[in-house]
């Protein structure tokens, strides 16, 4: 009986170490749906990540979505600039559900049928940098986002080589592009929106 007890214990052991731990990066397929629409208006691969509560979405041109726990109940998150998010049902075992402030995020554990939007053409030549004011400080981000951080500036009248441009993600609806540029005599690089972008012909 002891033997037999023995061996049960070792069986059950040995299978538990056999379940591999749950990935807690996973490669998906995400959809957008700004507010009010039926139809998503980005779909590509991305990554899904979830470490103590904490959720990170990167998307495949850059974009990162960043979502922290709050309060008491399962599911309710604040955004990296704080606003509400949402985990909803729909999905089932198929992926989850995330309602922003600007509109829905759907994340699909299944890889298939992924679909990235081509990116808008950068522009060839030199481009200038532009704005409102002759004495404004224009923001060089390290991601396409206003959410990201801004270690340096250019200055209305900086000249740069545009090298890739992505949509504007952080307003739905948005007919706006983030570019990486590359500064003429600093050769410093960074992200500038377009509307700071006066284009090469």
Do not use: H
């Not at 829905?104 to 299944?110: A, I, T």
């Not at 706006?176 to 006066?198: M, T």
């Amino acid at each position: 009986m002891k033997r037999n007890l023995i061996l049960l214990l070792t069986t059950i052991a040995s299978a538990s170490f056999a379940v591999p731990a749950k990935a807690d990066t996973v490669n998906a397929r995400c959809e957008y749906y700004p507010n009010g629409q039926s139809k998503a208006t980005v779909s590509m691969s991305c990554k899904f990540s979830q470490r103590q509560g904490n959720i990170s979405i990167e998307w495949a041109d850059g974009i990162r979505n960043e979502f922290t726990p709050t309060g008491s109940s399962p599911g309710n998150f604040v955004d990296q600039r704080g606003g509400a998010v949402y985990r909803q049902s729909g999905l089932g075992d198929k992926g989850q559900i995330f309602k922003l402030p600007s509109g829905l995020v759907y994340v699909y554990w299944s890889t298939a049928s992924t679909t990235t939007r081509p990116a808008p053409a950068a522009p060839r030549g030199i481009s200038t940098l532009k704005a409102s004011s002759a004495n404004a400080q224009i923001n060089v981000r390290s991601q396409p986002t206003v959410n990201s951080s801004s270690s340096s500036y250019g200055v209305p009248g900086d000249k740069v080589s545009v090298l890739q441009c992505v949509q504007d993600r952080d307003t739905a609806g948005s007919d706006l592009n983030w570019c990486k540029v590359q500064f003429v005599q600093s050769k410093a690089i960074g992200w500038v929106r377009s509307d700071f972008i006066l284009f090469a012909e």
